[in-house]
């Protein structure tokens, strides 16, 4: 019986198939090696970014201060409003300034002010902290020099300095309290809306916007502000003493704010200079050195989230509301 040549037990592959075959492994090697090279490129990015994050998280000095051999003055910046959480708290500030009295070839401090104020908490804090390093360091003199603005809770710590100059055309002053809100309750009655707020405690809800303002709770609030106004007199009156021309001038602590040149006659600062001939011509030295203290980004950003996350909480809870500011 002769055998079928044409069965499929005795016919291989043709040169067709053994061409299609090699594609087919030719690929599935080329996709191998794209994979490990994807592999490689995403395990190299991964290293760069946490490099780079820990780089972030390292860095948080301005300037290139512990290098300096020379005598330098030691520059600390106070910018923008001072908050427990901006790059003007108390803690950055106060840390900058530590810095700048313990580096040992900074003969003089400078603190460049340009800030609207804040809170007075926090402008207390840099107060109360400049008055110990400069008992703890008196041959080193520390001076502020107002640029744009010196004005409410940045007057309070500028007052601390041993001498405060500004540009002639400066904002200076506005020695008083400030505590803020809205009253809503008219417009929420008109638009149908029910304000559902439960409170333990019978002033818990004190300055609800959309109650009406009792008698005992201005005065209660009115109290407070007279009391930090106060002490913010007298921070103010400790650091300037007799150069203050109060009695001349009895609206010196009434919240008003001056020009440079109109706040040297009123014994606010003690002279017109800007930060750079602070140095040369009061401190006598040409290098300025910058101690400022900030936050690295990474820090930022988690503040950032953490306050974003707060502020919904107390909302939620109705915990918001504004707070006594020297601004």
């Given at each position: 019986?002769e055998?079928?040549n044409?069965?499929?037990?005795?016919s291989?592959?043709?040169?067709?198939e053994w061409?299609l075959l090699?594609?087919l492994?030719?690929q599935?090697?080329?996709e191998?090696?794209k994979?490990?090279r994807w592999g490689?490129f995403?395990k190299?990015?991964?290293f760069?970014?946490?490099f780079?994050?820990?780089?972030?998280?390292t860095?948080?000095?301005s300037?290139?201060?512990?290098?300096?051999a020379?005598?330098?003055?030691?520059v600390?910046?106070?910018?923008g409003?001072i908050?427990?959480?901006?790059?003007?708290s108390?803690?950055?500030?106060?840390?900058?300034?530590?810095d700048a009295?313990?580096?040992?070839?900074?003969?003089?401090v400078?603190?460049?002010v340009?800030?609207?104020?804040?809170?007075p908490v926090q402008?207390?804090?840099?107060?109360?902290e400049?008055?110990?390093?400069?008992?703890?360091y008196?041959?080193k003199k520390?001076?502020?020099?107002?640029?744009?603005?010196g004005a409410?809770?940045?007057?309070?710590?500028a007052?601390?300095?041993?001498?405060?100059?500004?540009?002639?055309?400066s904002?200076?002053g506005s020695?008083g309290?400030?505590?803020?809100s809205?009253?809503?309750?008219?417009a929420?009655?008109?638009?149908?809306?029910?304000?559902r707020v439960y409170?333990a405690?019978?002033?818990?809800?004190l300055?609800?916007?959309f109650?009406?303002v009792?008698?005992?709770?201005?005065?209660h609030?009115?109290?407070m502000l007279?009391?930090?106004?106060?002490?913010?007199?007298?921070a103010?009156?400790?650091?300037?003493?007799?150069r203050?021309?109060?009695?001349?001038n009895?609206?010196?602590?009434?919240?008003?704010?001056?020009?440079?040149?109109?706040a040297?006659?009123?014994?606010?600062?003690?002279g017109?200079?800007?930060?750079?001939q602070v140095?040369?011509?009061v401190?006598g030295?040409?290098?300025?050195?910058?101690y400022?203290?900030t936050?690295s980004?990474?820090d930022r950003?988690?503040?950032?989230f953490?306050?974003?996350?707060?502020?919904?909480?107390?909302?939620t809870?109705?915990?918001?509301?504004?707070?006594p500011?020297?601004r």
């Amino acid at each position: 019986m002769e055998s079928d040549n044409n069965s499929p037990a005795n016919s291989g592959p043709t040169s067709k198939e053994w061409k299609l075959l090699e594609k087919l492994l030719g690929q599935a090697q080329a996709e191998q090696r794209k994979t490990r090279r994807w592999g490689i490129f995403f395990k190299s990015l991964t290293f760069i970014y946490l490099f780079a994050l820990l780089f972030m998280m390292t860095g948080s000095r301005s300037g290139d201060a512990m290098a300096v051999a020379e005598p330098h003055v030691a520059v600390v910046d106070l910018n923008g409003v001072i908050m427990a959480d901006s790059e003007a708290s108390a803690d950055l500030i106060s840390r900058g300034l530590r810095d700048a009295f313990e580096a040992e070839n900074a003969e003089a401090v400078l603190l460049r002010v340009n800030s609207p104020g804040g809170s007075p908490v926090q402008s207390n804090f840099v107060f109360n902290e400049i008055q110990r390093l400069r008992a703890e360091y008196p041959d080193k003199k520390l001076y502020a020099a107002i640029t744009d603005m010196g004005a409410s809770g940045a007057y309070y710590i500028a007052a601390a300095a041993d001498q405060i100059y500004a540009d002639p055309a400066s904002i200076v002053g506005s020695i008083g309290v400030i505590m803020a809100s809205f009253g809503v309750q008219e417009a929420a009655e008109k638009l149908g809306v029910e304000r559902r707020v439960y409170t333990a405690g019978e002033n818990k809800a004190l300055l609800d916007p959309f109650s009406p303002v009792r008698e005992s709770d201005r005065e209660h609030v009115q109290t407070m502000l007279n009391e930090i106004h106060q002490q913010f007199i007298g921070a103010v009156k400790d650091g300037r003493g007799d150069r203050l021309k109060v009695e001349e001038n009895p609206e010196l602590f009434s919240g008003l704010f001056w020009t440079g040149e109109r706040a040297l006659e009123l014994g606010l600062i003690d002279g017109l200079k800007s930060p750079g001939q602070v140095a040369r011509d009061v401190a006598g030295l040409e290098e300025m050195v910058d101690y400022t203290v900030t936050r690295s980004p990474v820090d930022r950003f988690l503040k950032r989230f953490g306050t974003s996350i707060g502020n919904g909480i107390g909302q939620t809870l109705g915990l918001e509301g504004g707070a006594p500011t020297l601004r």
